[in-house]
């Protein structure tokens, strides 16, 4: 059998993915009618063979996170279970410090996906490759191609192109290695938990305390698969790449929700089309592809789309324009609003005549193999850079007003118009 291991990370991390991961943990925010990672479960079970998902991550198990693991048990007839690890334990702490329920069962190779990424991810295609290609002791990983400025927010990495071995390979490099990124997807056999024991054993051996890429100090439990394993395999050939060419993203900041919200919903093309809503008699004018919860109620009179998600509960009023968006749970938009580039968060209400606006952040088109960056909130001279607007749970935004690229706090009651600024 396979298994497969999602890493879903912990409360300290996804920082810049607040105020919406104030109300949800960031790996359950809904992209394409979905929770994040119930794509990569999605993935998961149409690999032949796989039967257990592992969802490693340090965030209190809570009733959100229990009732996602019901459902896709239930949808998908997999077992999936989170193993809570008591601190942030690095991406391969968590691995090892569970190493005997991945190993249970005595699977012949396991997937580790980084819970934050999205894409139509070729699993099944990647084990053939791994199996074709390793000789049991290996670990292949996902590669793509970036912009050389690009590349430096990634692992980097070298690779033999006749045998695809990784010869080298450094995390989140400050200056050019190489346009061949990791895409945060392996493929591993058994025998890879022996190397990061090996790992492990050296810290300890050191009486180790290394830093973390912000700078702040390293407990000896904690291991980076990037920093401290992929290294040591790359040097002992224990390391394959295969690339993608599919659609891939990180999911860091809000604003590439939006952008992984299109590439789900152009792929329901292909996987599902019966998510995207079709034009019809007596219905709102549906443009381009559009998914729409069966409990929203939409006024025939709205426009809506293109890449557009609506959640359940939503009420969308006479005359509402709808437009790259994400409207979440039980979202109120009064009637005639116009939302563009934004997320609207659960429970809010929009009032009538009021324009909800956001400026998109997408790659360049015209670069090739062009990623979507994750702006810093702020730039240089302090200023907010240019977002998609994000509207927290329970705001009310008033009728008659414009909230543009600005970022409001859950619970805020709007009193008037807003540009370029965050809403405390
Ligand atoms: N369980 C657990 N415990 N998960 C963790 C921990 C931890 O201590 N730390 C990080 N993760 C999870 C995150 O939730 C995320 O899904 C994944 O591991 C990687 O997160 P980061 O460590 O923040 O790295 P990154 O996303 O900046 O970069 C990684 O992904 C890139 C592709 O998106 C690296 O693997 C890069 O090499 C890669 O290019
Ligand atoms: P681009 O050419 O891509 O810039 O788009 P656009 O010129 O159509 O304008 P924009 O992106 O601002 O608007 C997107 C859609 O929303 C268009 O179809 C407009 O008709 C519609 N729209 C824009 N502003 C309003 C508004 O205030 N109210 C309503 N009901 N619809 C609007």
């Excluded at 925010?29 to 794509?39: E, L, Q, R, S």
């Excluded at 290996?138 to 990784?166: D, F, I, P, R, W």
């Excluded at 989140?172 to 022996?194: D, E, H, M, Q, W």
């Excluded at 019809?280 to 709205?302: F, K, L, N, R, W």
Aim: aromatic share 8%; with cysteine.
């Amino acid at each position: 059998p396979l298994k497969a291991i999602i890493l879903i990370g912990g409360r300290q991390k996804g920082t810049r993915f607040r105020p919406l991961s104030l109300e949800l943990p960031k790996p359950l925010f809904p992209v394409a009618g979905f929770p994040m990672i119930y794509h990569h479960i999605e993935a998961c079970s149409k690999v032949p063979g796989l039967r257990e998902i592992l969802l490693i991550g340090n965030y209190q198990p809570s009733e959100s996170i229990r009732q996602f693991i019901n459902n896709t048990q239930r949808e998908f007839k997999i077992q999936v279970r989170y193993l809570q690890e008591y601190t942030g334990l690095g991406t391969a702490g968590g691995i090892y410090h569970f190493r005997d329920q991945i190993l249970a069962g005595n699977p012949e190779a396991f997937f580790v996906l980084n819970g934050d990424i999205c894409g139509d991810l070729p699993l099944a295609e990647m084990y053939s490759f791994h199996v074709e290609r390793s000789d049991g002791s290996q670990m292949t990983l996902l590669g793509a191609e970036a912009t050389m400025q690009e590349s430096l927010n990634y692992g980097c990495l070298v690779e033999n192109a006749a045998t695809h071995h990784v010869v080298h390979y450094v995390e989140k490099p400050s200056t050019f290695v190489s346009t061949k990124i990791n895409c945060g997807a392996y493929i591993c056999s058994p025998a890879i938990l022996r190397d990061i024991a090996a790992v492990r054993r050296h810290h300890q051996d050191e009486n180790f305390s290394g830093v973390n890429g912000d700078g702040s100090l390293r407990s000896i439990e904690s291991i980076s698969l990037e920093r401290d394993v992929f290294p040591e395999l790359a040097s002992l050939d224990k390391l394959l790449v295969f690339y993608t060419e599919g659609f891939w993203s990180q999911i860091k900041s809000p604003g590439s929700t939006l952008y992984a919200n299109r590439h789900y919903l152009k792929l329901y093309h292909k996987t599902h089309p019966n998510r995207l809503v079709k034009n019809g008699d007596g219905q709102a004018t549906i443009i381009g592809d559009v998914y729409i919860h069966p409990t929203a109620e939409v006024h025939p009179s709205a426009t809506i789309g293109p890449n557009v998600s609506i959640a359940q509960g939503v009420t969308v009023s006479p005359g509402v324009r709808i437009r790259e968006s994400i409207i979440l749970d039980n979202a109120t938009l009064q009637d005639h609003c116009c939302i563009l580039y934004s997320i609207v968060g659960w429970n809010s209400v929009v009032g009538p005549w009021s324009r909800v606006e956001g400026t998109p952040c997408d790659p360049n088109p015209n670069k090739p193999f062009a990623k979507l960056q994750s702006m810093p909130l702020f730039n240089n001279a302090g200023k907010l850079n240019p977002s998609i607007t994000i509207l927290g749970s329970d705001v009310q935004v008033p009728g008659e007003v414009i909230v543009l690229n600005s970022i409001v706090l859950p619970h805020k009651d709007l009193a008037g118009s807003f540009r370029n600024q965050i809403i405390l």
